[in-house]
Every structure is written in structure tokens, then in C-alpha cells.
């Protein structure tokens, strides 16, 4: 049985094809499967509502979020270097 799938031929910048094919080698997909997934979830509107849920949570929890992250950086930021002993 043949397959159902049909062949398009698509042109990008090469920056653009290399960030892709890095994209899916990170998401264990090939490339093909990488760009179907990416049309599918942009338009079954998966896309969007994981993009509404990420809003919603940085519009409810940003300044909590934010001053987690200053409170972190400063823990891990390097001592103050004393002056040289003469």
C-alpha cells in the first residue's frame, strides 16, 4: 500500500534549515516529522493554548517569579574581591 502522505518542496534561509534540523535532532524526530508536528499543533490550536497557559502563568506569578530569580542569582554571584594585600 502506498503511503497517503504527499511531498511539497520547501525553500529557507540556510540558518533557518539548520536551526530547524537541530530543533528535531534535540527532539529525537527527523526533520520531516519535526515541520508536520510544528503545522499540527500551529493549527489545531494546541499551539496557542500552551502559549495562553504560559501567559496566564507569568501574568499570576511573574513578580514571584522574578524575585525567585534575584534571590537565586545572589546565593550564586561570586563574593566581592578584597584589595590586593600590599
Known amino acids: 500500500m502506498a503511503s497517503q502522505k504527499k511531498q511539497t518542496q520547501l525553500?529557507?534561509?540556510?540558518?533557518?534549515?539548520?536551526?530547524?534540523?537541530?530543533?528535531?535532532?534535540?527532539?529525537?524526530?527527523?526533520?520531516?516529522?519535526?515541520?508536520?508536528?510544528?503545522?499540527?499543533?500551529?493549527?489545531?490550536?494546541?499551539?496557542?493554548?500552551?502559549m495562553a497557559s504560559a501567559q496566564r502563568l507569568l501574568d499570576e506569578h511573574g513578580t514571584f517569579l522574578d524575585a525567585l530569580e534575584r534571590d537565586l542569582d545572589t546565593q550564586?554571584?561570586?563574593a566581592p574581591s578584597r584589595g590586593a594585600a600590599a
Open 11 to 50: 525553500r529557507l534561509e540556510p540558518g533557518v534549515l539548520a536551526a530547524g534540523k537541530d530543533a528535531a535532532a534535540a527532539r529525537g524526530l527527523d526533520f520531516n516529522r519535526y515541520i508536520e508536528r510544528l503545522i499540527a499543533e500551529d493549527t489545531s490550536g494546541v499551539r496557542a493554548s500552551g
Open 76 to 78: 550564586h554571584s561570586p
